[in-house]
């Protein structure tokens, strides 16, 4: 049974979020909480020991829907692409699935491929 | 720590900012002024990318601003936003905690040494290694993705002054 596809899905009051079979996270609205990692850390935690554990090979974070986040959710995808990055066993390729339309999807998501290019993809959508 | 390629605005022009607002340091007001400030400068100047930037200015800016403020009655933010019809310039005036001023100087400083993309990467290099620190990402991410200079000026009354100053 898939571990990544029963992740408990946090309640966020401006975000939505969806997880689908069988390594697909979808996250939409804003991010702008004084500290989202109480609500969304522990589930991209989650997320990652279950992608382990399913030995995928590709995990798709589509935020093309995120349109604006603070400096401290950036934080978590930094965190999520370090865990990767510093896997010595299996690892999964993490692509995040940006909009082209979206600024501040453009520019942290280029710099967080230099952070972690070797376990990084970036797909773009309009 | 001043510009040095962009005076700020508020030196050159009218006394009149075109938006000036007073209120108490809560982080239930960020969203609601962030998003007046892309309707304004969308409204304004009409280009949706300077209203991106001035998005994650506000933001940061404000969200620095409420979380180091001082708890005394005197502790209101102002927000200001000006143009000489070439640049842009926001400012923001608060109260903070003391023990908060020399981390903030230290920290304009660093990220002043470099180019605010190197700065931005830096920050991120930064952050990837300090996996239990605070992100410190927002003020690089202010210079980067907001594309502006930022300074700091201290007033009287322990009050501080970020300002940062772009090309419209």
Redesign the interface.
């Known amino acids: 049974m898939s571990q990544f596809t029963v992740v408990q899905v946090p309640k966020a009051e401006t975000i939505a979020i969806q997880v689908t079979a069988p390594n697909q996270v979808k996250l939409s609205g ?1 991010i ?1 909480q ?1 500290d989202p990692a109480t609500d969304l850390a522990g589930f991209f935690k989650a997320l990652h020991t279950a992608a382990l554990a399913d030995k995928l090979t590709e995990v798709r974070a589509d935020v093309s829907g995120l349109t ?1 986040v ?3 959710a ?2 978590l995808f ?2 999520w ?2 865990w990767v ?1 510093n896997e010595r066993g299996h690892r999964y390729t993490l692509r995040f699935i940006t909009s082209r339309n979206v ?2 999807q453009k ?2 998501f280029m ?2 491929m ?3 290019k070797e376990v990084l993809a970036i797909e773009h959508v309009t | 720590m001043e510009n040095a390629e962009i005076p700020p605005i508020s030196r050159k022009l009218a006394p009149y900012p075109l938006v000036f607002m007073r209120f108490r340091p809560a ?1 239930a007001y ?2 609601g002024i ?1 998003e007046f400030g892309r309707f304004f400068c969308q409204t304004t100047f009409g280009t949706r ?1 300077l209203a ?2 001035a ?2 200015v506000i ?2 800016t404000l ?1 620095n601003a409420v ?1 180091y403020s001082s708890n005394s009655a005197d502790s209101e933010l102002e927000l200001s936003i000006e143009s000489d019809g070439s640049n842009i310039e926001f400012s923001v005036s608060s109260l903070p905690d003391a023990s908060h001023l020399s981390s903030l100087r230290e920290e304009l400083n660093g990220i002043q040494t470099l180019d605010p ?1 190197q700065a ?2 830096a920050a ?2 930064r ?2 290694n300090e ?1 239990e620190a605070s ?1 410190r ?2 003020l690089a ?1 202010i210079r ?2 907001g594309g502006v200079e930022l300074s700091m000026k201290e007033e009287s009354g322990g009050r501080i002054r970020i300002t940062a100053t772009g090309k419209l």
């Open positions: 804003t702008t004084k604006f603070n400096s401290s950036i934080r930094v965190d692409a370090t990055k600024t501040w520019t942290s710099a967080l230099s952070l972690a | 982080w960020i969203d962030r990318e991106d930037r998005c994650v933001q940061e969200e979380k993309e931005y990467l991120f290099i952050a990837s996996p992100a990402l927002g991410r980067y993705e």
